[in-house]
């Protein structure tokens, strides 16, 4: 009977009834009563978790294993967008083996490293076949004081060298006898064709951890900031997919050339983020 009233009853009264059934079995069996339906529920919770963090740790492997095998894929597929890009004037100028991705560290190996990426505006190179990714090294910058100086900054990474990556705001390179791209950024602005280089620019970092921006037109371009507004600062610029990357802007390189002062500057703000690497 009691059954039967249970299941035309509303819910309020079953709840009661419950209750009633519970009080009736404590007072009955005093310290053994155990809630059965408490363990139930406790259990399935510990399953749920126990499930939830072993797809969490298979997802975490998997999106670390996908990372590390297609990094350089990444890169290639980039490459070949700027192979075939003719969005700007100079991009239709220039031949396709002057079209830049990026330099992978001479030594790159997959490991827990963070990754660091050196950002310049141009690069000089010397005449690569850039039909592959394998000659976009360090080794393929052109022998100038410029390039010297940069060299020695990934050398002062130390250990981290070998995760050193550097990248440029333009990817229409300068060759040979070529210095259009140069000579056009001191007379024009070419606002659009950094715009347009930008976006390959921010796939290549949606991959580092720490970079360097070097010029007050990369400050202010991707910070907003002036040169010495941000001087002795660390600076975190989120990516599109949320990617904190930890950065600094320091001085270009041909003005730390010229200026001692802003090379020692710019040695401490290096010096800054090398410490929070650490940490």
Do not use: W
């Not at 499930?51 to 975490?60: A, E, G, P, R, T």
């Not at 998997?62 to 490459?79: A, G, M, Q, R, V």
């Not at 050398?155 to 000579?183: D, H, P, R, Y």
């Amino acid at each position: 009977m009691l059954y039967q009233n249970q299941n035309k009853s509303t819910p309020h009264i079953q709840s009661k009834i419950r209750a009633l059934q519970t009080l009736y079995l404590r007072s009955l069996l005093g310290d053994c009563y155990v809630d059965m339906n408490e363990i139930a529920l406790l259990h399935t919770s510990i399953s749920i978790k126990f499930d939830i963090n072993i797809n969490n740790q298979n997802f975490s492997k998997s999106k670390k294993s996908k990372d590390i095998k297609t990094i350089e894929e990444e890169f290639c597929l980039i490459h070949k967008m700027i192979l075939n890009c003719k969005m700007c004037n100079i991009s239709k100028m220039v031949k396709d083996r002057e079209r830049f991705v990026g330099f992978f560290p001479t030594n790159y190996k997959h490991n827990n490293l963070p990754k660091i990426a050196l950002i310049v505006e141009i690069l000089r190179l010397q005449n690569i076949d850039n039909n592959t990714m394998l000659n976009n090294s360090i080794n393929n910058l052109e022998d100038n004081e410029n390039n010297r100086m940069l060299l020695k900054i990934i050398e002062s990474f130390n250990s981290c060298q070998a995760n050193v990556f550097v990248l440029s705001l333009f990817k229409c390179v300068e060759t040979g006898t070529n210095q259009m791209i140069t000579t056009q950024t001191y007379t024009q602005s070419l606002s659009h064709e950094g715009k347009i280089c930008k976006n390959y620019l921010l796939l290549q970092l949606e991959h580092m951890d720490y970079a360097v921006f070097f010029g007050q037109h990369l400050c202010s371009l991707f910070f907003r900031y002036s040169l010495c507004e941000v001087s002795g600062r660390l600076l975190e610029y989120y990516t599109s997919n949320n990617k904190k990357i930890i950065s600094i802007c320091v001085p270009n390189i041909s003005q730390m050339i010229a200026n001692p002062t802003l090379k020692k500057e710019a040695t401490i703000d290096i010096a800054l983020l090398k410490n929070a690497m650490k940490l």
